[in-house]
């Protein structure tokens, strides 16, 4: 194995993700894999192993820098060993229910800081000849468009099994830096980048005040003057705006891509602006099921940003910066939501608001690393909504992706909870479809399950009012009367919102029904997007 830097150091935004962290409340990025057919255990290790060499940081734990006196650096773990990353879980029963148990309890684990924080769960005995792989990765290793990257990089684009490798693999491990040399190098990177913070603060604000007069921004517009108030205005806690506690659970659900292109095509907007219509119109169903009044009330959801531009989407590390995207909850029409949502993207856009919430990131990240590092775990569990929820959207590859040979056939997403905002939301594109996954606290949202039912209703209403549905076809009279005949109309069962899923106390909860599986066409991910998040 060729021998990397022997160690290198966190950036400020990385650091962050490692303060605000605390027992009980990890913040990784994660996915749940399934794939057809079963994939053998020893085989995956084997195939991990074989892709390492490609991921040197994965071999890396974070050391703090000593005495807390600047950032900390990645250092090659001595004591590595692969069986503590790759694990295996064999399913009791097999179901999708249990399965997002297995993930719910995996999500809320905080992964232990002596080694490198990633892993990999193999999960065996899925039923329908399927076996999933839950994939975890701290968040200041990665964000959503660096774990994309990363699982493009640990799978295949041929169906072709690749041959795995005879012996085992060995990795070459430098020895760790002195003490001094540690304290010393910490010194001169933390000032370096402090400088350099500095420097980009300084030329974030000349670049934003160019681009300000060339596009004769005017803070005094009618547009403006209208959606100031919403912008200011203090952010409304709502049922699931409660301090975290744990344990978590995890809902997903998915709908087809070209379906949401179709009313991104007729409407004139974005897929990121459908996607958050859907996701508002999610929030206020289930509101409003509760008997919570919405009537006035603001949502604020922070939507991620890529900054990484046309950069390798692969680039580890947190290249993001958070849009406060503030919607009212009282809209019903689907297709006057929707037009809302753009008209407030559009306006942020242009008021370069990602660029003044990165402005203000950097110089937080001006204070001194060890005063982060009290205050992250304390500004984790203060009574404070700066949001109401989190809502990302990655744009992930849209041809299969194998492992061993085994064709990818879901991708959900996993965004992390913490401190008041106890219901997220991840949005993921993959192959054709686009897969959404609820995150959340038992003790706010027990019923999270309800939001994969919500989601399928929301979308449902704004195809119909955008117009792109396809009716269902008619059969024929013949058929009609031999279906009258044997399920009569007033028999047919309506469907209902799936009943709540206590806490998982282990891996065998009960079955569960599953949404049925759409016929997609596959086509490259060519939609108009304005925040690419992660």
Same mark, same amino acid.
Do not use: I, W
């Given at each position: &194995? +060729? @021998?990397?830097q022997q160690s290198d150091r966190l950036s400020w935004g990385d650091t962050v993700f490692l303060h605000l962290e605390r027992e009980g409340m990890p913040l990784n990025v994660a996915s749940i894999c399934i794939f057809e057919g079963e994939v053998s255990f020893e085989d /995956? %290790? #084997?195939f991990v192993e074989s892709k390492l060499p490609l991921l040197p940081r994965y071999l890396k734990r974070v050391v703090p820098a000593p005495f807390g006196l600047g950032l900390p650096s990645w250092e090659y773990d001595p004591e590595f060993d692969l069986r503590r990353h790759v694990l295996e879980v064999k399913l009791k029963h097999g179901t999708d229910t249990e399965l997002k148990a297995v993930a719910a309890k995996l999500f809320g684990t905080v992964m232990d800081r002596r080694h490198p924080l990633w892993d990999l769960t193999l999960v065996r005995g899925l039923k329908g000849n399927r076996t999933g792989l839950i994939i975890r990765l701290h968040h200041c290793l990665a964000d959503g468009i660096a774990g994309v990257g990363i699982i493009s990089a640990l799978l295949d684009a041929s169906p072709d099994a690749p041959r795995l490798p005879k012996k085992k693999i060995k990795f070459s491990v430098p020895p760790p830096r002195d003490p001094l040399t540690s304290l010393t190098a910490g010194f001169v990177d933390s000032y370096?980048?402090?400088v350099k913070r500095i420097l980009s603060v300084m030329a974030d604000l000349l670049s934003m005040a160019e681009r300000a007069a060339a596009n004769g921004a005017n803070p005094a517009s009618d547009e403006f003057v209208a959606l100031f108030p919403e912008i200011t205005a203090f952010t409304e806690r709502? =049922?699931? @705006?409660v301090l975290? =506690?744990?344990? #978590?659970k995890f809902a997903c659900t998915e709908i087809p891509l070209e379906q949401v292109k179709a009313i991104r095509r007729k409407t004139g907007t974005s897929v990121n602006d459908v996607v958050l219509a859907l996701v508002t119109a999610t929030i206020r169903h289930y509101c409003e099921l509760h008997g919570d009044r919405v009537t006035k009330k603001l949502l604020r959801i922070m939507v991620p940003v890529n900054l990484r531009g046309n950069s390798d989407p692969s680039e580890l590390g947190n290249r993001i910066s958070l849009v406060p995207v503030t919607i009212p909850l009282n809209i019903r029409q689907p297709r006057r939501l929707l037009a809302a949502i753009h008209k407030r993207t559009e306006f942020l856009k242009h &008021?370069?608001?990602?660029?003044?919430v990165s402005l203000a990131g950097g110089l937080i990240g001006m204070f001194p690393t060890s005063l982060q590092g009290l205050a992250g775990p304390i500004a984790s569990q203060l009574p404070i909504t700066p949001f @109401?929820? %989190? /809502?990302? @959207?990655v744009p992930g590859p849209q041809s299969p992706l194998y492992l061993l040979g085994h064709k990818l056939l879901h991708l959900y997403p996993y965004v992390p909870v913490g401190g008041e905002m106890a219901v997220n939301c991840a949005i993921l594109s993959y192959n054709g479809t686009v897969y959404f996954g609820f995150s959340g606290d038992a003790h706010a949202a027990p019923d999270l399950r309800r939001m994969e039912t919500l989601l399928k209703e929301s979308f449902t209403e704004l195809q119909d009012a955008v117009g792109t549905r396809t009716p269902d076809k008619k059969p024929s009279k013949k058929k009609v009367r031999r279906?009258? +005949?044997v399920v009569p109309a007033a028999a047919a069962p309506k469907e209902t919102a799936p009943a709540p899923t206590p806490p998982p106390t282990g891996f065998s909860p009960l079955e569960s029904k599953r949404q049925p599986e759409p016929t997609l066409t596959i086509e490259q991910e060519n939609a108009q997007t304005q925040f690419i998040v992660a």
């Open positions: &194995m +060729q @021998n990397h /995956c %290790v #084997q370096s980048d402090f709502f =049922r699931f @705006n975290y =506690r744990g344990p #978590q &008021m370069h608001a990602a660029e003044l @109401n929820l %989190v /809502c990302t @959207n279906k009258r +005949q």
